[in-house]
Each structure stands twice: as structure tokens, then as C-alpha cells.
């Protein structure tokens, strides 16, 4: 058989290998932080209100309005539900149900647990993956 063939076919069953490990390990509930069925409310409100237009989770979206990924480990749930209960002269008020408001809530505190931003000592592994030896809580 040809040594390019042999080559070839390596590069796809061992790239073919990765990917299927990427896909079923790398997919998986982290923690199993969204377990929660408020939670999972939660993350839907967010998503149907666009919160992420305004705010940001791990730095990611908006710039009206203050990161959340930890405030409600800084500030607390009650300081939470207030401010989004009422909204402030930037943040409108959506008239939230009470419930709704502790689903959102929820959601914030299980973005608190997955992690800290911005990160704290961030490492490198040869592969790229960030290690962040503070940053997950348990």
C-alpha cells in the first residue's frame, strides 16, 4: 500500500476519533448546573426577554448594562430580585410575575457557580484549553 494512503487514512480515523470525543465528552452538563427546572426557566426569560442585549455573561454581550456572571454572589439574591422586580432609569421594568423573577434569579446564581469572570491566573495546556485553577467553584 501506498505510504501517502496510510498517511491520509491516519489523519481522518484519528481526526474522525477526535471529533466524536469533542462532541459526546465536551457536550456535557458542566457540573450539572442547569439541572434545575427554575433554572431552566430562568435561562428561557433571559433568552425570551434578550437580556444579553443589555447585560453580559462572561463578558459576553451587551454594554448598557453591568456583567452578571457573579453579581449575585457580590450582591445577593434579594438585591437581584429587586432590581429586576422594579427595573432602575436604565433598566426598564418588564412586569415580571413573582415566580418568573425567582426563575431568572435562579439562573444567575447557577451562572455564579459555573465560574468567575474575568478569570483569575488563567493557564494554557499545549491542546489550548484554558485551565483556571480559582475559577470553578465546587
Sequence with gaps: MNYKRVIFISIIVTASLYSYKVY?????????LLTNEKAKAGKLLWQEYNCI??????GLG???GPDLTNEIGLKGKVYASAFISMGTSRM???KLK???VDDLVEYLACVNKSGEYPLKNPGITPWGDITISNAIRP
Excluded: I, V
Excluded at 24 to 32: P, R, V
Design 53 to 58: 442585549a443589555c447585560h453580559q455573561l462572561y
Design 62 to 64: 451587551g454594554y448598557m
Design 92 to 94: 426598564p421594568n418588564f
Design 24 to 32: 459526546t465528552d465536551g457536550t456535557e452538563n458542566s457540573n450539572g
Design 98 to 100: 413573582k415566580d418568573e
